[in-house]
């Protein structure tokens, strides 16, 4: 045994019951104490080193469970091989082709917009930030979808200013399709600063970026038909009043329209709006009502079903995604070119706004009735009042405007759109993720 190991077990469990010799005992204590000092001492170093670090450190504890925070996250980009691919991507590809920037490529709306652009030959270059409002494996299997087609999806945020200028440098985009934002309308009581920071601070950093390239490319970009809010003419058409949005999400989407005319007006950026109208198809959103409806019914889940005061009827001009991209890609071609180069205005731009719609609202009951008949399952139906979280009973577009400007003509019905999203829906959740586009 050591000496270590006698002195250990010599120790008094009791002070004064073992006697000791005293003056060995006084030099023993005398080294306790100094003993205990040293080790004080160092321990508060050794915290405070740890304080500091912990303080001063750039990432440290970026909240990734607070969902307005979750797209701060940082990214990958940059690199030799990485400006061959993004150039490679939004290469131009046939005689009239142009090339484009798609935020928010890996969404529903972005992944459709990219497929067909690429399908007639424009260069198209992808931008997402890949967050998790909804599954973002459903954006990562869209991902791989639009990479067979040849479309690189750039993993980054817009509000992420270095990495939009590295874009910019590596390709002189002619236009930006900017569909990347915080969507749902009933979301936005839960988590309001996510909105701000992608429908306002991400548009307005995307524009800042815009306005000084040179070129300056020509944007279209996604509003909504929320903004019509509490306007209750119908149909809803481009000169109604839009000063009173029912939602956040909603006046997000308004005040876009109002910075789009800013920066129109300073820079001579060209900028057209499309108000979406409930926009629904394969690869749609697993949190709109079709989507997650058609998932409880296969479920035997109880769906709620809103209805309005007095029992009355909730409805929606469900717009089919097909129609939708033809509507963006109208929008995209009828575009002028920017006037401005550098940052500094050289004339006056176009400014436009569009409804895309369907024209055809449909009770959100009947959207039940569809989905039951094309599931062949009986929906536990549960209606229950509109909540008083930012919906509105019905919309209805007008579409007059986009027909003449944009020669934009939706041609399917809820039935048709509805059958097609069940094909897709059953093929990619029964497996077959890869093949269901
Ligand atoms: O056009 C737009 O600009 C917006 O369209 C979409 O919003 P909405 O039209 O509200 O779609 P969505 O949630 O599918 O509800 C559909 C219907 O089901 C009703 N609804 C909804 C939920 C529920 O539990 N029960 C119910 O009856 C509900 O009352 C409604 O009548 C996009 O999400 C939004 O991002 C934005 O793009």
């Not at 940059?78 to 928010?104: D, F, M, N, Y």
């Not at 900017?178 to 009581?189: E, K, P």
């Amino acid at each position: 045994m050591s000496k270590q190991m006698s002195h250990l077990d010599n120790n008094p469990s009791t002070p004064g019951k073992f006697k000791m010799e005293k003056s060995a005992y006084a030099h023993n204590r005398l080294r306790w104490h100094s003993s205990l000092a040293k080790l004080t001492f160092w321990s508060f170093m050794f915290m405070g080193m740890i304080l500091i670090f912990f303080f001063r450190s750039p990432s440290s504890n970026p909240l990734p469970q607070d969902p307005s925070r979750r797209s701060l996250r940082t990214y990958n980009w940059g690199g030799p091989a990485w400006e061959k691919r993004v150039r490679s991507s939004a290469r131009i590809r046939s005689r009239h082709g142009i090339s484009v920037l798609v935020t928010g490529a890996a969404g529903f709306v972005g992944t459709h917009v990219s497929a067909a652009l690429k399908r007639r030959g424009d260069g198209v270059l992808g931008l997402d930030n890949f967050n998790d409002y909804y599954d973002p494996s459903l954006k990562r299997a869209r991902q791989a979808f639009l990479e067979r087609s040849g479309v690189f999806i750039v993993e980054g945020d817009i509000n992420d200013s270095a990495l939009l200028r590295k874009l910019f440098e590596v390709v002189a985009f002619t236009h930006v399709m900017h569909l990347a934002a915080q969507a749902g309308v009933r979301y936005a009581m839960e988590n309001p600063g996510s909105y701000v920071h992608s429908n306002i601070a991400g548009f307005v950093s995307l524009l800042e970026i815009c306005k000084s390239a040179n070129p300056q490319p020509a944007i279209v970009w996604a509003s909504s038909s929320s903004v019509y809010g509490l306007n209750s003419k119908v149909p809803f058409s481009e000169k109604d009043r839009t000063d009173q949005p029912a939602s956040l999400y909603a006046a997000t989407k308004k005040a876009g329209e109002e910075i789009a005319h800013t920066y129109n007006h300073i820079y001579g950026l060209s900028l057209t709006g499309l108000r979406f109208f409930t926009v629904y198809g394969p690869w749609g959103r697993p949190d709109m009502a079709y989507f997650f409806f058609t998932r409880d019914i296969l479920k035997g889940k109880s769906i709620p079903i809103f209805e309005a005061a007095n029992h009355g009827t909730v409805a929606r001009d469900f717009t089919y995604i097909d129609d939708i991209v033809k509507g963006c890609l109208g929008a995209l071609d009828t575009s002028e070119k920017s006037t401005g180069s550098g940052g500094k205005k050289k004339g006056a731009a176009q400014l436009r706004v569009y409804n895309l719609g369907n024209t055809w609202p449909v009770p959100v009951s009947d959207l039940v009735s569809i989905l039951e008949r094309l599931l062949k399952v009986n929906a536990k139906r549960k209606v229950m009042k509109l909540p008083r979280n930012g919906d509105v009973p019905f919309t209805h577009a007008n579409i007059s405007l986009a027909k003449r400007e944009l020669g934009y003509k939706p041609t399917t019905d809820l039935q048709s759109g509805l059958k097609k999203f069940v094909r897709w829906y059953l093929s990619y959740y029964s497996g077959g993720k890869k093949a269901a586009g």
